[in-house]
């Protein structure tokens, strides 16, 4: 399964998005799911999670601004980002622990 991102954008500093992800349902129901961040320059960071069970992480830098979060009905997964920073900048992938493959990613720019 490969992933495919959508949502991204351009926004200024504490707008928000809503990033989104198809997934089939024995994906959530099996994996630990998330999103990965890559910005300029830097390697990729898990950004947030979501185990099958509906336990959450966060890193730090995010924790009180971002959500993820899932609807098995339409088979998604989510990340909503809100108060977004000029550090938040980066090319944001859907992940799974399962057998998976990277999608091409979505680019978020937080800038004037």
């Known amino acids: 399964v490969q992933f495919s991102e959508s949502g991204g954008g351009l926004v200024p500093p504490g707008g928000s998005l809503r990033l989104s992800c198809g997934a089939p349902s024995n994906i959530f129901d099996t994996y630990t799911m998330g999103w990965w961040r890559q910005a300029p320059g830097k390697e990729r960071d898990l950004v947030a999670s979501?185990?099958?069970?509906?336990?959450?992480g966060y890193m730090d830098s995010v924790k009180g601004r971002f959500t993820i979060s899932r609807d098995m009905t339409s088979e998604t997964l989510y990340l909503q980002m809100t108060n977004l920073r000029p550090e938040d900048t980066g090319v944001y992938y859907c992940?799974?622990?399962?057998?998976?493959?990277w999608g091409q990613g979505t680019q978020v720019t937080v800038s004037t």
């Open positions: 979501l185990t099958p069970d509906g336990r959450t």
């Open positions: 992940w799974s622990a399962g057998p998976t493959s």
